[in-house]
């Protein structure tokens, strides 16, 4: 059982930045692949990002290539999402979920946190 809790969410101006942090329970976390989802009022949720178990690879929706980085330190049992020149269409819940590999569906992932709420004023 892996339990994930984000923090990090708020309010932000256009074109500033934000480190999302979502915290582990339990050993198995570095044996996970992890990943970031979106989803804002009305609309399904989206991969932003996702990682590897040893930080080794990683992958973005295209939306947020070049913005956003994610990453990962094992010892802390802790995944990050920096994001940075951040836009209105970014808001939305973000949710960090960990699952056998790094998908973009959001099926394939075994556990989720409760989400953390960004939103990007123009």
């Known amino acids: 059982q892996v339990q994930l809790v984000e923090s990090g969410g708020g309010l932000v101006q256009a074109g500033g930045s934000l480190r999302l942090s979502c915290a582990a329970s339990?050993?198995?976390?570095?044996?996970?692949?992890m990943g970031w989802f979106r989803q804002a009022p009305g609309k399904e949720r989206e991969f932003v990002a996702a990682i590897s178990w040893s930080g080794s690879s990683t992958d973005y929706a295209d939306s947020v290539k070049g913005r956003f980085t994610i990453s990962r330190d094992n010892a802390k049992n802790t995944v990050y999402l920096q994001m940075n020149s951040l836009k209105p269409e970014d808001t939305a819940v973000y949710y960090c979920?960990?699952?056998?590999?790094?998908?973009?569906?959001?099926?394939?992932?075994?556990?989720w946190g409760q989400g953390t709420q960004v939103t990007v004023s123009s």
């Open positions: 979920a960990a699952g056998p590999v790094g998908s973009y569906y959001p099926g394939e992932y075994d556990y």
């Open positions: 339990g050993r198995t976390f570095s044996s996970y692949a």
